[in-house]
């Protein structure tokens, strides 16, 4: 390599340098993780972690994440449960795709006898994504690959001055970070970037005088780092209404499961027609409001006398069993208040 070419590499990734000695004093204690330079944890930890953090926070994640490694330790054990099992433990965590998602994924991991190590093996497993195919790959097995997620995307966009939004410029920031992962510890440095983009690049009010990237940082710089990148335009959610069915008898309440395929495919929940445009003409016992990614829905309960499709009488003093989605929960919750107040 000419002499020029690996002054630039260098240059390129001395950035690191500073980032890893920062995350080696200051690297956040997660289940998931093993310790700063410690040997890499197993690569079952880190895939469940990483489909579970996706699109949910780390204080939710943390105890919901023990629960499924006591439960089914290995991926081999989760590749045996039950999917209803399964679909019942993520109750709560949302996107129910990324449910169904694991168990393909794990079923085909214990088929194949373990995890691939490479980034372009992983993607070929159900489920698997660029970042979480590269997380893997960097974490568990060292191999040089670079996640990029929201917040690692942040972080490079404002060290480099990149103001276009993140969507419109995935490919530059793809190579800027790239170009930064160092030849050693790129796990450690893809952690690093993760905690850096979460508890100090934050979207707003980022702590520059604490960043170990700030010299150098373009934003920072600028005297206003959150101009960086620029924010994607927001668009209005179409509003739909849908019709839960509340049928009720000796102290339980008649549940079914969802179809495998669309909205909360495969979980629990209470009967009803599909989901519409158009306000229903009901005389609901209780209504709930709840976002999803891409729209907002108005869950309207409604009374009625005998069970409707296939089902079971869950006791209402076991609900907790039952593995309903927050959707679900929300609108039994709402039903049950209105009833303890009206009693009173």
């Known amino acids: 390599m000419p002499a020029s070419a690996a002054q630039q590499l260098f240059d390129k990734q001395r950035p690191a340098k500073r980032l890893l000695d ?55 054990a989760l590749a045996a449960a039950p999917a209803e099992e399964v679909l019942s433990e993520w109750a709560g965590l949302g996107y129910y795709a990324r449910a169904r998602n694991l168990i393909a994924c794990a079923q085909s991991v214990a088929i194949r006898g373990g995890f691939p190590r490479t980034e372009k093996e992983l993607r070929k497993l159900p489920g698997l994504g660029a970042y979480t195919a590269a997380a893997i790959a960097a974490i568990a097995f060292g191999e040089h690959a670079t996640p990029v997620d929201t917040n690692v995307a942040r972080v490079i966009a404002r060290y480099h001055g990149v103001d276009r939004t993140l969507a419109e ?29 979460a508890t100090i690049c934050r979207p707003k009010k980022p702590d520059c005088a604490a960043c170990p990237l700030a010299d150098g940082c373009v934003a920072r710089d600028s005297g206003n780092p959150e101009r960086f990148p ?45 989901w519409s445009d158009e306000r229903p003409a009901v005389r609901p016992l209780a209504t709930v409001s709840h976002g999803f990614t891409h729209f907002a829905l108005n869950l309207h309960i409604v009374a009625q006398a005998e069970p409707t499709g296939e089902g079971w009488w869950q006791p209402l003093d076991r609900l907790g069993q039952a593995g309903l989605p927050t959707l679900y929960r929300k609108a039994i919750e709402a039903v049950l208040t209105r009833k303890d107040s009206l009693a009173a």
């Open 230 to 274: 620029a924010p994607k335009a927001r668009r209005e959610r179409p509003h739909r209404h849908g019709i839960a069915w509340w049928i009720e008898g000796n102290g339980a309440i008649w549940l079914v499961r969802r179809p495998v395929k669309g909205m909360l495919g495969g979980m629990a929940a209470l009967p009803g027609p599909e």
């Open 169 to 197: 410029s995935r490919d530059e920031i793809g190579q800027f970070a790239e170009e930064m992962t160092p030849v050693d510890r790129p796990g450690d440095f893809a952690q690093a970037m993760m905690d850096l983009g």
């Open 22 to 76: 920062h995350y080696d004093a200051n690297a956040r204690a997660l289940p998931w993780r093993s310790p700063p330079g410690a040997l890499p944890p197993d690569p079952y930890v880190v895939w469940l972690s990483e489909v579970m953090l996706q699109q949910t926070t780390v204080a939710t994640v943390k105890p919901r994440f023990r629960r499924f490694i006591e439960r089914w330790p290995t991926v081999e």
